[in-house]
């Protein structure tokens, strides 16, 4: 049953997928903007071109004749993709999914609008006077983010009147695509963030992985940590609104779904329909498959028959310091991998900008160890390695 796989976009979670594809015998060719990023150096194949020119899509496409198309990034001319459906490909989870979801406009008008699920607050703007008139709308402190953007680029919080112009310059210019417009969210006063890992499945089967807590700054993830105390109460509501919303979407895979619990219940913030950054902790072997081995088989059709819980474990991210076009050197890799029950990966990212994700520490224990001993250890591992 080999497939040949078109990804779109060959980040770190990209190379993660490409190598649990390359354990299943898959065939996979690695897309993306620059050439050897991390899923290209594992990949079988790869293509360097601009994902948001349909026309060299639609080249690319029918170079390879692909089995499956599996987007990884916001910055594709996702319209095109479903073209490809209608071609007879998979597009993974569905081409619908993925409009949707590289939106924040759609994803969350869907939930709040559609769905009736609980969120945030919120309003968009195009322009500077809208802007400001939203902010006044939705109150001070809010949260800014472009409607197409990853890892928390474009995105702050607005604290005082005085931020409300750097807000919108970032906003505007951090986000991807061709549009200019950016939301503007309520502050949910939370106690704990969330990643749902909710696997859909061609049987019909829908799958929850145990709730990953995780931590940001700048709008991206620091470290996470599975499994994330939560009250049965909330774990319902939030499979409830997971199940609701991956099944409005359609489609097969994994999924990210984010949640804020608050005192006043559970909200749905946002929604990946893809491995999930937060979900590198499971490369811990805090699950029986991993995120990214999970994602495979629910888009090969392999049916998982149930997901485990085999150790707590946590993930915090290895950053680098500065920016640099050179390959980057790590020094302090020997002292971080003598740490007991502790593991590490380093991307492969080519060059470097400051604060940019270039590797992940993991820590990991029998079930039951207390998450605050792991999340400090992963934290002190990450801090041993530097990126030069």
């Known amino acids: 049953m080999t497939k040949k796989i078109l990804l779109l976009g ?43 020119d349909g026309n060299e899509l639609d080249r690319v496409v029918a170079i390879h004749k692909p089995d499956l198309i599996v987007p990884e990034i916001e910055a594709i001319r996702t319209e095109r993709l479903y073209d490809y459906e209608k071609q007879g490909i998979q597009v993974v989870p569905s081409a619908r999914a993925v409009n949707y979801t590289m939106n924040r406009k759609a994803i969350r008008d869907l939930a709040a609008k559609e769905l009736g699920l ?18 006044k709308n939705i109150g001070i402190p809010c949260v800014v983010k472009p409607l197409m953007s990853s890892s928390g680029k474009g995105q702050s919080v607005v604290k005082s009147d005085g931020d ?16 200019v417009e950016v939301i503007i969210e309520g502050f ?7 990643t749902l890992l909710t696997v859909t499945q061609i049987s019909g ?12 700054e700048r709008g991206d993830y620091q470290e996470s940590w599975q499994p994330c105390e939560i009250s049965p109460e909330y774990l319902k509501q939030a499979q409830h609104m997971a199940a609701k919303v991956t099944e409005a979407l359609t489609g097969f895979g994994i999924w990210g779904v984010e949640f804020f619990l608050a005192k006043e219940g559970v909200y749905f913030s946002e929604l990946s329909p893809r491995p999930h950054d937060t979900g590198m902790v499971t490369l811990a072997g805090t699950q029986n498959f991993n995120e990214f081995e999970l994602h495979l088989r629910a888009v090969l059709g392999i049916e998982i028959p149930k997901i485990t819980l085999e150790r707590a ?16 050197k790590y020094s ?5 991998a003598s740490v007991p029950r502790s593991d590490i990966k380093i991307f492969g990212k080519p060059n470097t900008r400051n604060y940019r994700r270039m590797g992940v520490a993991l820590a990991y224990d029998s079930v039951g160890t207390p998450i605050d001993e792991l999340r400090k250890k992963a934290k002190e591992i990450a801090d041993k390695i530097k990126v030069n």
């Open 10 to 52: 060959s980040g770190e979670l990209g190379k993660e997928f490409v190598i649990a594809a390359k354990r299943l015998g898959q065939y996979v060719v690695a897309v993306d903007s620059y050439n050897d990023a991390p899923a290209q150096q594992v990949a079988d194949e790869r293509e360097v071109i601009n994902m948001l």
């Open 118 to 135: 609980k969120t945030a607050p919120y309003q968009y703007a195009s322009t500077l006077d809208e802007f400001k008139t939203a902010v």
């Open 164 to 179: 409300i112009d750097n807000a919108w310059n970032y906003a505007t210019t951090g986000g991807r695509g061709d549009h």
């Open 188 to 194: 949910v006063n939370f106690f704990t963030e969330i």
């Open 205 to 216: 089967n829908s799958l929850f992985c145990p709730p990953i807590g995780h931590r940001q």
């Open 313 to 328: 474990g946590a993930s915090a991210v290895i950053l680098a310091g500065d920016n640099s076009p050179e390959q980057p």
């Open 332 to 336: 302090g890799l020997e002292s971080a």
